[in-house]
């Protein structure tokens, strides 16, 4: 098949949604289908080098989102996208978090008799909120109720994610989870040498891998970081950084991190502590589950579907740092306790692989195509 991605974001960003995007388009390429990435174009001075991939991409003229310069919203003020989409004639339209670029695909789309699979990657309505930009929660579900119900199937990472969407109307909703490399995040990459430069006195390492955005809460891990013999860690960038290292004296950031040196952070990590409470899904908590380290994250969202309370890990009210920093205390004091979960937390996800995840895509591209052929009128 011949598939257009339309994502609201492609790397060079660092998210779920430019991550997921590339793995799906790299298992379309290796199953013999022909994807067209179709994403906002980054600031001129991250453009070079950033296309190198087995597959086209196009990039749309973009501008930076309100309160978060580091995130470009695509606009499709020209006629650019609908020419690169009708050019490459494809069988399905895959919507990557659809809201601005996304929408106007789906019209595209509508307008021209494609089918279209939506991906709801992206709690919009919380970024509202967030970050105090034009449209209010309300208004944003509105427009991602229109988007969603305009396509044949919305694939929803997380059964609460799933269960909001259609709370808020969405209708034709499937479950499709996230893969994990498992051959990358593995406990063998634990390492000593860094242990020694991040915990120098032995202490128990407790990380954070993700955005350092408003939404994310990083802010939490205060209670954590004061807690005695425990060292916090946070690796990433984003617009609350420097705000956050004024708040947390006693983390050290990492920045951001990638490959092997990523690998190798998890797994040696004691502890992995996410507290967002608006994620859809959770890489990062799968990507630790995958090194082995245990996990506490918010009893919300996506992580409700990845941590396993007791076996892989623990679920804490949202939004309670005294709870997390209660609950790393329990973890720090039993060492028997941290390794059967890290055991288990390994076993759980061993199997979640992209290409598994990927085929899944690729029959509900099938379906969706197949949809719009039951639609059309019999020939007389």
């Not at 339209?93 to 991906?119: D, E, N, Q, Y």
């Not at 997380?158 to 499937?174: D, F, K, P």
């Not at 598994?356 to 195509?369: N, P, Q, T």
Request: with cysteine.
């Amino acid at each position: 098949m011949r598939i257009a991605i339309v994502t609201e974001s492609f790397p060079p960003d660092v998210n779920g949604v430019a991550h997921s995007v590339v793995r799906a388009a790299e298992h379309l390429v290796a199953r013999g289908h022909e994807p067209l990435v179709i994403a906002p174009a980054p600031p001129g001075t991250r453009r070079r080098d950033t296309d190198r991939y087995p597959y086209p991409v196009v990039r749309i003229p973009s501008v930076p989102l309100p309160r978060y310069q580091g995130f470009r919203l695509g606009v499709p003020t020209n006629n650019r996208l609908a020419g690169v989409l009708l050019e490459h004639s494809p069988d399905v339209v895959h919507l990557a978090s659809p809201f601005i670029l996304g929408a106007r695909a789906a019209t595209l789309a509508a307008r021209h008799g494609l089918p279209t699979v939506a991906v709801y990657q992206t709690d919009v309505a919380a970024y509202a909120r967030a970050y105090r930009v034009g449209w209010g929660e309300a208004a944003a579900w509105r427009r991602l109720r229109e988007i969603h119900n305009s396509a044949r199937r919305t694939l929803a990472p997380s059964t609460r994610a799933a269960e909001n969407l259609a709370a808020h109307g969405v209708q034709r909703i499937w479950l499709w989870r996230r893969g994990v490399d498992a051959e990358r995040f593995h406990p063998d990459k634990r390492c000593q040498s860094l242990r020694r430069t991040l915990a120098p006195h032995g202490e128990l390492l407790v990380g954070y891998v993700g955005r350092l955005a408003p939404e994310k809460r990083v802010d939490l891990l205060a209670a954590t970081a004061r807690l005695p013999g425990v060292r916090v860690v946070v690796a990433g960038d984003g617009p609350a950084r420097r705000q956050l290292e004024r708040d947390l004296p006693g983390v050290r950031f990492l920045g951001v991190q990638h490959g092997e040196a990523l690998a190798r952070l998890y797994a040696s990590l004691d502890l992995f502590v996410h507290t967002g409470p608006h994620e859809t899904f959770g890489q990062t908590i799968q990507e630790a589950l995958a090194s082995g380290v245990p996990v506490v994250a918010p009893a919300s969202g996506g992580p409700v579907d990845l941590v396993t309370p007791g076996q892989t890990g623990e679920l804490v009210p949202p939004g309670d740092d005294a709870a997390i920093a209660e609950t790393v205390a329990g973890l720090a004091a039993d060492g028997a306790r941290r390794q059967a979960y890290g055991s288990a937390a390994r076993a759980q996800v061993s199997g979640r692989s992209w290409a598994a995840v990927g085929d899944e895509l690729v029959g509900h591209y099938r379906a969706a195509r197949a949809s719009i052929a039951v639609d059309l009128p019999a020939a007389s």
